[in-house]
């Protein structure tokens, strides 16, 4: 009797072993190193499950060819992340037999061809105080292709008396997510721990910060400035609100939408702070 409830344990565990092979697929793909046109040989190579808390479920590392391979556990969305010289780059695991081939690109702190082609505010307010959503948009167009990226790829600085609220980064091709910010150096002066890839055709990598300032005088004067040259300064506020440029400021007013203001400033140069004061009170 005993035998036999072995056997059937023994049976029932293939059974188990083989269903779980079936729903099992692999992902397979080839990593690219863009900086020199070469497989990317000897990256890690990480399967993330989106909804287990980005958790790594399987590892592989790429071969001479820059080829890997990996195996997804079930059916969960699974994102394909590979570490090229300390950069992660993601990719969505493919449905199906589609390779999930990935670009990569060699690492420097300081790169060539990086500037903001625009730092745009966005002001409203709210219970008393200034919102402010700043994106800057900047572009990396390296040649050869380099990614720029350490603990300060890119720096800001914001009103030193800003509460963040929030961080979040974009890559060219990629998905917001929220990212790291760290202080650096005096009040308001940041730092993202996030890297800037190279461009994908007109796609760049976005920043943006979500903070709020103390408007109980219904008047904020900014000292706004950038880090890097920048090809546009711009300020969005509602029709309810005033906006009035420091003496010397070349700002224009752009008609963009009918229910906003905005104000573009041309060719900011880094640490020149530019000034102007919002006044008022309404919401975008």
Known sequence: MKSTQFIFRIFALSLLFTAALAQATTVTGTVTNKTNGKPAAGDQVVLVDVQAGMGEVAHATTDANGRYSLVEPGNSPYLVRVTHQGAGYFIAAPQGATPADITVYDVASKVQGVFIEADVLELETANGQLKVTERFFVHNTSSPPTTQWSAKSFQVVIPADAVIDGVGGQRPNGLPTSIKIDPDGP??????????????????????????????????????????????????????????????????????????????????????????????????
Do not use: R
């Open 187 to 284: 009040k308001g002066h940041y730092a993202f721990n996030f890297p800037i890839q190279p461009d994908d055709g007109e796609k760049d990598t976005l920043f943006q910060l979500a903070y709020h300032l103390p408007y109980s005088g219904g008047t904020y004067t900014f000292h706004a400035q950038v880090t890097l040259p920048a090809d546009n300064l711009a300020v969005l506020v509602p029709k309810s609100m005033t906006f009035t440029a420091a003496s010397g400021e070349a700002f224009k007013s752009v008609p963009e939408d009918p229910a906003v203001q905005t104000f573009v400033l041309k060719n900011a140069v880094p640490g020149k702070p530019v000034d102007f004061t919002i006044a008022g009170s309404g919401a975008i």
